[in-house]
């Protein structure tokens, strides 16, 4: 969601902080702007739009100076609107930038208008910037005035404040949303994520919830919630921005689906050792904690719920253990029963996703033996709190509609089923056929992305259709659900997914010609079933897609198109089906003319509740 960078320097910061929002342009956002203070004067500009609207008004009138913050907004309070976007000022002095909500915002707003204060915006920020002048009234400084702020917000925030009287340093505080210092020599800077400031420093510390800072060009002090002095450790970063240049392709996100069985041989990578798993890939003392484990607890949102879905098929199936999904909004906000020896395991690309987070605290909470993550974000908040992590490396993922962060995903909780499994009787045959599988998967999926020009030419279909219905039974019920969301979030047509079986108690209903229908049918235990469910489609005059292998026998005719996947294992099946509806997704939206890698409304990292 918003991006938040931040720098402390004796040169001029404006250009860094610039390529610092671009570089969090990923994000989602709707508007952009900057504040740095030049000779204690604090200097604005903030524009509607993208980051390179806001690039251009500085490159007309610049803006110079070595302390300034800079944002981008994805709209929560307030439409988007150069007045709603931050910084958000308070009487010429104060300008702060926040990422989070602040759920008092409305009780706070009403205080401070009593107190005199004029609110421009709708936001809740605001709040935060008027609430600063006025606790530094009675403050000896503006990390006492920010100290006193923060105890008085419910609900997350980022935060970034900086006084136009104290142009040496920055204040920063911490709660639910995360924050990054970056060290470099003679100044020093904050962001919302490590890849922000790659292009100036690669050593790094992460603040910790409650903590406040305050951030100089020689000197970084951090206190905890009890304003504690406390040490953060700094450490050396060893990504790279990686999908920072699109190269040959149109899209981020079609690099990023040909870049999957790269991510793949990555995440397997050391991991897969003399034809077995290395059970040290999921951290210390992982073996000890697989062995007591008799339930599985899966918590994600989104694209990640998707995964664990089908996870909780390999668990249950494979590794002879009871598994349940949620929903971490839904799994946070109801009183859940805790079945002995559970694992919970929490799935997040960036690691930062806010209801899974607190999902994972408050499982901490209730009696839940351990915790693992499967994410693509070292040292991110999930990573750090988790007792074990799986670290997919898919590489730096740009496009909101995740690809390889999703399919890399699966790869990981394949591993861990293989893991739990070993303690549940699963045979060591069976671990060695899983392994030999996920070793034969790169290849796969350059198979089957060599079909990319025929689903090219299959997406015209798409160009009228504003509905469209995705079907599969078993592991690939998940996967039609995938891709669902990957069709209606950046091509805008409205997409649903069941579980085929499910067609007669309701959604035949939908079926006409107007209704396509994309099925998921590799050759399983299931695929005469699913026959069935096809052929109830046909009948009330369907249009059929058929994503099938060979050995599936579909036929195409006028009513149906079948397009031939390439014969994998069962095992494997749900990620191999993954790649075709990716395509699929992807095509239609440039014939629908969409913004494919930052569609409408949607943000990467969802870091608000």
């Known amino acids: 969601?918003?991006?938040?960078?931040?720098?402390?320097?004796?040169?001029?910061?404006?250009?860094?902080?610039?390529?610092?929002?671009?570089?969090?342009?990923?994000?989602?956002?709707?508007?952009?702007?900057?504040?740095?203070?030049?000779?204690?004067?604090?200097?604005?500009?903030?524009?509607?739009?993208?980051?390179?609207?806001?690039?251009?008004?500085?490159?007309?009138?610049?803006?110079?100076?070595?302390?300034?913050?800079?944002?981008?907004?994805?709209?929560?309070?307030?439409?988007?609107?150069?007045?709603?976007?931050?910084?958000?000022?308070?009487?010429?002095?104060?300008?702060?930038?926040?990422?989070?909500?602040?759920?008092?915002?409305?009780?706070?707003?009403?205080?401070?208008?009593?107190?005199?204060?004029?609110?421009?915006?709708?936001?809740?920020?605001?709040?935060?910037?008027?609430?600063?002048?006025?606790?530094?009234?009675?403050?000896?400084?503006?990390?006492?005035?920010?100290?006193?702020?923060?105890?008085?917000?419910?609900?997350?925030?980022?935060?970034?404040?900086?006084?136009?009287?104290?142009?040496?340093?920055?204040?920063?505080?911490?709660?639910?949303?995360?924050?990054?210092?970056?060290?470099?020599?003679?100044?020093?800077?904050?962001?919302?994520?490590?890849?922000?400031?790659?292009?100036?420093?690669?050593?790094?510390?992460?603040?910790?919830?409650?903590?406040?800072?305050?951030?100089?060009?020689?000197?970084?002090?951090?206190?905890d919630l009890n304003g504690e002095p406390v040490e953060r450790e700094a450490k050396e970063a060893n990504v790279s921005h990686d999908s920072g240049d699109k190269g040959e392709y149109r899209h981020y996100m079609l690099k990023e689906t040909y870049e999957q069985p790269t991510a793949i041989r990555n995440s397997l990578e050391g991991r897969l050792v003399g034809g077995a798993l290395d059970i040290n890939t999921f951290g210390e003392g992982a073996d000890e904690i697989f062995k007591n484990v008799e339930h599985v607890q899966i918590i994600a949102c989104g694209t990640s719920y998707h995964s664990g879905m089908v996870a909780r098929y390999w668990l249950e199936e494979l590794a002879g253990v009871s598994c349940n999904i949620e929903i971490a909004s839904e799994f946070r906000y109801r009183k859940s029963f805790v079945p002995k020896n559970s694992l919970l395991v929490t799935i997040s690309q960036s690691g930062e996703t806010a209801d899974t987070l607190a999902a994972l605290r408050l499982a901490k909470e209730i009696g839940y033996q351990s915790s693992l993550v499967i994410c693509n974000v070292p040292g991110s908040s999930l990573v750090r709190e988790s007792d074990l992590a799986f670290m997919t490396k898919a590489g730096a993922e740009i496009g909101v509609a995740s690809t390889k962060a999703f399919t890399t995903q699966l790869v990981g909780l394949l591993m861990m089923t293989v893991a739990i499994g070993q303690h549940h009787g699963m045979s060591v045959a069976k671990q060695a056929e899983i392994v030999q599988s996920l070793m034969s998967l790169p290849a796969k999926l350059d198979e089957v992305l060599a079909l990319?020009?025929?689903?090219?030419?299959?997406?015209?279909?798409?160009?009228?259709?504003?509905?469209?219905?995705?079907?599969?039974?078993?592991?690939?019920?998940?996967?039609?659900?995938?891709?669902?969301?990957?069709?209606?979030?950046?091509?805008?047509?409205?997409?649903?997914?069941?579980?085929?079986?499910?067609?007669?108690?309701?959604?035949?209903?939908?079926?006409?010609?107007?209704?396509?229908?994309?099925?998921?049918?590799?050759?399983?235990d299931l695929i005469e079933k699913l026959k069935s469910n096809v052929e109830e489609v046909r009948a009330r005059g369907g249009l059929m897609y058929v994503f099938a292998d060979s050995d599936a026998n579909f036929a195409s005719d006028e009513t149906m198109k079948v397009i031939d996947v390439p014969v994998c294992d069962d095992i494997i099946a749900p990620i191999v089906y993954t790649l075709p509806l990716q395509l699929l997704s992807y095509y239609v939206a440039i014939i629908k003319g969409t913004d494919v890698d930052q569609p409408r409304n949607l943000a990467k990292s969802v870091t608000v509740e």
């Open 1 to 223: 969601m918003c991006g938040i960078v931040g720098a402390v320097a004796q040169r001029d910061v404006a250009d860094i902080l610039v390529e610092g929002l671009k570089r969090l342009e990923y994000r989602g956002y709707d508007s952009a702007g900057v504040a740095i203070i030049d000779n204690n004067e604090l200097l604005s500009a903030k524009r509607l739009g993208k980051v390179q609207e806001l690039a251009q008004a500085l490159a007309e009138k610049p803006l110079a100076g070595g302390t300034g913050i800079a944002h981008t907004r994805w709209a929560t309070h307030g439409a988007p609107s150069e007045v709603n976007a931050h910084p958000h000022i308070s009487n010429n002095t104060i300008a702060v930038v926040h990422n989070g909500i602040i759920e008092n915002h409305q009780a706070l707003r009403t205080r401070l208008q009593g107190l005199g204060y004029e609110f421009l915006s709708q936001t809740d920020t605001e709040v935060i910037t008027h609430l600063v002048h006025h606790e530094l009234k009675t403050s000896d400084s503006l990390l006492a005035a920010v100290q006193k702020t923060v105890k008085q917000l419910e609900g997350a925030y980022g935060t970034v404040v900086m006084d136009s009287r104290d142009k040496d340093s920055i204040i920063v505080a911490r709660s639910g949303s995360p924050l990054v210092i970056g060290y470099g020599l003679g100044e020093n800077f904050i962001a919302s994520d490590i890849m922000a400031l790659l292009p100036v420093t690669r050593k790094f510390s992460y603040l910790e919830e409650g903590d406040v800072a305050q951030i100089s060009r020689f000197e970084v002090n951090i206190f």
């Open 452 to 524: 990319a020009s025929s689903i090219e030419d299959l997406a015209e279909d798409f160009a009228d259709k504003h509905h469209a219905l995705f079907l599969g039974r078993g592991d690939q019920y998940p996967i039609a659900m995938e891709g669902a969301l990957k069709l209606k979030e950046i091509s805008y047509i409205h997409a649903e997914a069941y579980a085929a079986g499910e067609l007669k108690h309701g959604p035949l209903a939908l079926i006409d010609a107007e209704m396509p229908v994309i099925v998921v049918a590799p050759k399983n």
